[in-house]
Every structure is written in C-alpha cells, then in structure tokens.
C-alpha cells in the first residue's frame, strides 16, 4: 500500500454564498522513500493540498488514505493523532514557542503522545544533537539564528520518528547559503529513508527533489522528474 | 497529556506574566479574604452568643412563674397554695425527666461588712441552685445539704458584693469573713467570679490601661442579678427572715419568690415541661396561675439572627468571588486570543482539542487557586484589624472549615470562569489558528 494515496479529492469552501474549489478532483500517490516537491504560485490550492497530506483538515469528498489511515472524514481527535505519529511539519516562520528551549520545543509532540518527562528529554536531546544544536539545547528561539531556528523545528519534526516530513517554504526566511544547508537536511533526510514532501513556489528549490507535482488552479497541472 | 504537563505549562505562563496574573487574581484574593472574614467574623458572633446562652443558664434553664388568673376563676383563687416548697419536691418525685431543682426565698436586707454597708437582695437557696443557674466557683465553696439541713448561717457571695463590702481585699480573700445580713453574722464560704459578656471582658482589657470612671453601669447587663447574688441556706432564709410573717406558714408551705428548673435531656424537653405542669397542676388543685418560661423564643431569636448575619455576609462575599471569576475570565480571554499562534502550533504537532482545554482549565484554577491562598494570608491581616477598629465586637474565629470551604470556592469560581476560554480555545482550527497574527 503507498504510504499517501487521494483519489478523487476535492477540498470546497464557502465564503457567503460563493463556493471556492481550493482542490479540484485531485488524485496522487506518494510511496515510502520518495522525495516529492509541490509547486505553483500562490492561490493555486497546494496550501490546501499540504494541509490535506499534513492532517491539517480533512477534505470535502473524494478519499484520502495517509499511513494506512483512512482519513476521508476522520474526525479533529483522529487527525491529530495521526499528526502527532505519522507526521513531521517543518514550516516557513518556524513556528517555534517563544517560551520554550531548544530542548522544550523539540520534545512538543512527545508531550501530547504523553510520554514520560524524563524519556522525553532524553530523546529530544538527541534529536537536538543530530540536528547539530546540542551546544544550544538551553536556548530561546530568540537567541539563536534564522537557520538554527530552523533546525529546531526540523528536530521537533523528527522526534516522534514519523513516516513522512512536510516542509511549507523551509527556506523562504532564510538567506541562500542558509536555505541551502537546510535543503541538505531534507536530501539526508530523504538518503536515511524518510519520506519528504516540499512545498514551494521556486522551481529551483523544487529541483532538489527527485519529483516535481506542478498544482494550478487547484487542479494537478503536470509533473515532472527534473 | 497528563494533567501534571497541563499544570507545569499553567504555571510557567502564570509566572511569565507575573503582574496580569495578579491582577486577574486581586478579584479572587479580595473575594476570598472577604470570605473567610465573613465566616471568621460570624462564626465569633454565634461563639459569643451560645457561650452566653450557656452562662444565662442555657435552654434547659425553666422558670414557673405566677400567671394573673382569669377572672372566671377568680373565686377558686384561694384553693391554690400557689408556688411551695412542696411543689418542689412534687416534682423532684413525679417529673423524672427534670435534673435539678432549685426553689428560693428572696428578702430585701441590709448587707455589711463593719465598715460598708447596703440594702440588697439577699435569696436563701438549695444546692441545686448552683446547677440550675451554671454558677461557677471563684474561692471557697458552694452551699450544701448540710448547709441547708442545719440551718446554718454560711453565705455565697456574687462579685460585685464583694466590691461593695470589701473593696480593699481581692475576691480570694472574702472566704472566712464575716457578713452580716440585717445583723445576723453570716460566714462567707464561697466567692462567685465576675460574670459578664465576652464584649465587656475585652472592653475591660483594653481599659484597664486607663481605670477610668467608665463602668458599664446604664447598660442592660444579663449577669447582674448572678454578680449581685447574696445566697444563703433555704431553712436559714425561713427561720431568720421569713418565719412569722404569717403565723401558719411553715418551710414547705411559705410561698416561693422563684421556682426554677433544669430539663436533665434536651432532646425530650417537651416531655419534661408536661411532666412539670401535671404535678403542679396538682398541687395547685387545678388553678391555672402558673406558667413555664423557657428560653426557647428568645434564643430562636438569637439563632435565626446568626443565621441572617451568616447568609448576608456569604452572599456578599459569594459575590465579590464571583466578580473575581468573571476577572479571570476576561483575562484568560485575552490570554488566549493574545496565543491563538501558539494554540496553533500545539495543534499541529498533535494536541488534541481536549488537551488545550486541559491546559487552559488548569492555567484557570491555578490563577483562581494561587489567588485564593494570597486571599487566606490576606485575611488573617484583614482580621487582626477588625480585632483592632471593633473590639467590642465578639472576638473572630478563623476556621480551618471556613479556609478550606474559601478555597475550594474560589478553585470553583476558576474552574466555571475557565470553561468558556477553554472551550474556545480548545475548537480553534489549526490552520487558521497557524495564520493568525
């Protein structure tokens, strides 16, 4: 079985009484071990398919099965289940809590699978050394760089060891040289056998994937291996 | 998530925001110190008041009164010996359910030491009289039934006795001296303490720096006739002031100046008052003039105004803790929409709704809980100056029931003021709350 497969799936909303189709009868499989990219600009609906594959949302008919979860209309406790095993997020403003540590940032998602304090800590400074920080695990998000920032939330989406990492514009705060250590991270990633999912407006960044799915319109345009 | 997690996270945004989260507690801290205040103050109130009912003789205490007859039976006035010595032993022998009986003969007589002297009203008692009217025992001892079998002339005296006739000695000393009743010398064998009101005492301690002119002296005091008390022997009273005022009255057929009782269990109070008016009824022949005063109306009275006092105090303070609720709420409002963002995140790493209503319930009665125990060290400032602006006032009683129901009211009022922000907090969508700014 492929690790995400959506048949059919379309995602409607309403605003007044106009309908707008962010996703049109949108069918895809990603397997285990693929390093897939979504691009197009914005307004294109791949927003709306990233929160779909990322169990943000659930979609408004069509079927969608992500990890082996059958997530067509699951219902808000379910989705957050699955986000909390199956899946990493690694987002453009970081998104980390301003209050917490390096250390308590990254052992988030541990805290709702509710494992025990002490386990907790343990695994998430490990996670923090691999992500290279393990000389910065007492720090605020404030004191540290756009990049260590960013590496925080890569940690953070590893540490419950999900199956699958989507990453919304992971570059798109950072400077080139930045960004392009970041997108490292992912092909490493990506080489020790996680699935990564990039979402992006910049084809360049696209190409450091091994597959490109071109979203307009809400529709899947094309797609392409570059 | 756990409910400790939820805790940790409460506190920690509690101690980040130390001056919001005072405010949002001031209205918790007020309504609780006001509270337990309230209940300290009434709880002394009610203390005072049964511990005087207590020394008033108590709700057992029964008084047989003479009651005007009704002029349709006013031609059988005469068949009733009216209130006898026998009517007392009647009852000590028909009405099992009294404790103790205690019959007096009263006289108006010159009281004097040698060097003072007055007219006052001296009253010739059994022991029972002791029980029946709760005296208490400075020096010396009460009378006895020896006392009473021999007649003899040994007297108890009250407080302000001794201050009349003895000023120079303290109340101990009196014991042994001799008082002479309209010449008669009569030994001093007991002293009875000062009996007065819990406000008078602390009024008397706070004077006492200042021993002024200031007596309570115009004041309705309860304890004057037991302070002004000259009590001798029953028989002695007879023989040396009573006897041959009318040639055929004898120890038991003398009328009595007062019959007082006391009802051994409260529990069949109304058993015992029947027992009481069937044998009198009988010695009386049947003539209705006589009447059982309990103390059952006026401290009905005195019950059903603590219980005024308890219920408008409460509400008052019921209130302002409710206000304080409506203040946590506000402030956990603007909490959350000030962390949608961070609610967000939570969401999106896998927080369930349920565990961001968790941990904003938690956030809410740990603000309401922390408020509440400032409140319980505010209040016992606040109680040490009601003792200091109003100390006639029965002294406050802090209570652990009073502190503990205070708390575990305002943890109440956290919990009902956090559901709401709860729940909005815990429905926020996760992609929206991510976009918020």
């Not at chain 2, 337990?36 to 511990?51: D, N, V």
Request: net charge neutral; proline share 4%; aromatic share 6%.
């Amino acid at each position: 079985m492929p690790l995400v497969q959506l048949e059919g799936v379309s995602k409607i909303y309403r605003v007044g009484d106009q309908e707008i189709r962010a996703l049109d009868t949108v069918d895809l499989v990603i397997e285990t071990g693929e390093f897939v990219s979504i691009i197009g600009p914005s307004g294109s609906g791949k927003s709306t398919l990233m929160h779909l594959l990322g169990c943000l949302d659930a979609p408004t008919s069509g079927r969608m099965q992500i990890c082996g979860n059958d997530l067509s209309s699951a219902s808000q406790n379910r989705l957050a289940d699955v986000r909390n095993r199956e899946i990493g997020f690694v987002f453009q403003a970081f998104n980390l809590l301003a209050k917490l540590d390096v250390v308590g940032n990254i052992e988030l998602p541990l805290v709702y699978s509710g494992m025990r304090a002490a386990e907790r800590r343990r695994r998430a400074e490990k996670v923090a050394r691999d992500v290279g920080l393990g000389d910065r695990m007492a720090n605020r998000p404030v004191q540290l760089s756009g990049g260590q920032c960013q590496r925080v939330a890569i940690g953070r989406a590893l540490v419950n060891d999900p199956r699958i990492i989507f990453a919304d514009e992971p570059t798109g705060n950072l400077d080139s040289a930045t960004g392009e250590m970041i997108l490292q991270m992912f092909r490493d990633l990506n080489a020790s056998g996680k699935t990564v999912v990039l979402v992006t407006h910049d084809p360049d960044i696209a190409a450091v994937s091994r597959r490109v799915i071109e979203i307009r319109d809400g529709k899947i345009r094309r797609e392409y291996c570059p | 998530m756990n409910v400790l997690v939820a805790l940790q996270i409460g506190l920690r945004e509690i101690a980040a925001h130390k001056f919001r989260s005072f405010l949002s507690m001031l209205g918790i801290v007020l309504g609780v110190a006001s509270l337990i205040s309230t209940i300290a103050l009434t709880t002394g109130i009610e203390r005072g008041t049964r511990a005087f009912m207590q020394q008033v003789g108590g709700l057992e205490y029964v008084n047989v009164v003479n009651k005007e007859i009704s002029t349709k039976m006013f031609e059988f006035w005469n068949l009733s010996p009216g209130r006898t010595l026998h009517d007392a032993q009647v009852i000590a022998a028909s009405a099992p359910l009294i404790s103790h009986i205690s019959p007096e003969l009263a006289v108006g007589a010159a009281i004097s030491s040698g060097s003072h002297a007055d007219r006052r009203q001296v009253r010739g008692i059994f022991p029972d009289h002791f029980v029946v009217s709760r005296h208490e025992l400075l020096a010396g001892r009460f009378l006895t039934d020896l006392d009473v079998e021999r007649g003899l002339r040994s007297a108890v005296v009250g407080d302000e006795i001794v201050r009349l006739l003895w000023p120079e000695l303290r109340p101990p000393a009196v014991v042994g001296k001799t008082l002479l009743i309209n010449d008669r010398p009569f030994e001093v064998v007991g002293v009875l303490p000062k009996y007065e009101r819990d406000e008078d005492r602390r009024r008397r301690a706070l004077d006492s720096g200042n021993r002024s002119i200031r007596r309570s002296g115009r004041r309705w005091d309860p304890f004057r006739q037991k302070n002004e008390s000259v009590l001798i022997p029953y028989s002695t009273m007879f023989f040396d002031f009573r006897a041959g005022q009318f040639p055929l009255d004898s120890m038991e057929s003398v009328r009595l100046d007062a019959l007082t009782l006391r009802v051994g269990d409260l529990d069949r109070f109304r058993p015992a008052l029947d027992q009481v008016r069937a044998a009198l009824d009988l010695t009386h022949r049947g003539v209705d003039d006589f009447d059982l005063d309990t103390r059952e109306e006026w401290f009905d009275r005195m019950e059903s105004s603590i219980r005024a006092t308890k219920l408008s105090g409460g509400l008052i303070a019921t209130i302002s803790l409710v206000v304080g609720g409506i203040g946590i709420m506000n402030i956990m409002l603007a909490s959350i929409s000030e962390r949608v963002r961070e609610i967000g995140i939570r969401l999106a790493v896998g927080a369930r709704g349920r565990d961001i209503f968790v941990q904003i319930l938690v956030e809410s009665i740990s603000i309401a809980f922390i408020g509440g125990l400032l409140g319980v060290a505010a209040a016992f400032g606040l109680i040490e100056i009601l003792k200091l602006i109003a100390p006639s006032e029965n002294v406050p009683v802090m209570t652990t029931g009073g502190i503990v129901f205070s708390v575990c009211f305002a943890v109440l009022a956290g919990l009902l003021s956090g559901i709401y922000p709860a729940l909005r907090a815990s429905r926020l969508n996760p992609i929206a709350a991510l976009r918020y700014e």
